[in-house]
């Protein structure tokens, strides 16, 4: 049976986490061994640099662009390694919450990195793993904000500029690769998102099966 790499994208504040958890129940339905992940912070390694790059550096001082873009890659390396290939070697669905598209849609887009280095960083750090799906949910970042409903992290609070950037980055990638993305509305009702995601996963293993076949 084979593994099958999905993850979800957007801004913060568009229900990527309600969705996975949903897919996640559907899928262990099914009979599916599910493993559910996120970045940054997937591995124990990840889960101090997530520290970093949500909360900031305890001395108080910035963290550069670079630097930044370096602690996601490195997070990623350690999450592909110890978490995402053995699960898909093993006929798991993982399900990331978050993955190299945050990164160019955050560094190249947000931070105003080139997008070819943190494409080359991320495919490096990754030696070139790309999910089979992602599903990209979109939202206007002032109604992404206010779902949130906590006070922001460093990366929430850049500012609206930076989550426009971050928003229009997010889109460009997903028109640049309309095989692998999804793009959906999350306005949308909950149980509508789900159902269309859970059709579309369907099918995703109803291919591998013809496949293994």
């Known amino acids: 049976m084979s593994g099958l790499f999905l993850s979800f994208e957007g801004i913060d504040g568009v229900g990527k986490s309600t969705q996975v958890e949903m897919l996640r129940e559907h899928l ?12 940054p912070g997937g591995t124990p390694v990840g889960r101090q640099l997530r520290s970093l790059l949500l909360e900031g550096s305890p001395d108080g001082a910035e963290i550069g662009p670079r630097a930044e873009a370096l602690m996601f890659a490195a997070d990623r390396a350690q999450h592909v390694h110890q978490i995402i290939r053995p699960a898909l070697s093993r ?19 947000g931070r105003e ?8 960083l991320s495919m490096w750090a990754t030696d070139a793993l ?3 799906r992602t599903y990209l949910l979109d939202l206007d970042p002032a109604g992404a904000l206010e779902r949130i409903g906590r006070a922001p992290d460093r990366m ?5 500029r930076f989550r426009q950037r971050t928003r229009d980055e997010f889109l460009d990638l997903a028109r640049a690769d309309p095989e692998r993305f999804v793009v959906l509305d999350a306005r949308r009702s909950v149980e509508d998102l789900a159902s269309e995601i859970r059709r579309d996963v369907d099918g995703l293993l109803d291919d591998a099966s013809r496949v293994d076949a």
């Not at 339905?29 to 970045?39: C, I, K, Q, S, Y």
């Not at 006929?91 to 887009?109: E, F, K, M, N, P």
């Not at 990195?113 to 080359?120: E, M």
Request: aromatic share 4%.
């Open 28 to 39: 262990t339905h099914l009979g599916r061994d599910v493993v559910v992940t996120r970045e």
């Open 91 to 109: 006929g798991s669905v993982v399900i990331s919450d978050r993955y190299i598209d945050s990164s160019l849609a955050y560094q190249a887009g």
């Open 113 to 120: 990195l080139t997008v070819g280095d943190v494409r080359t």
């Open 130 to 132: 790309l999910p089979a």
């Open 156 to 160: 929430e609070s850049a500012g609206a």
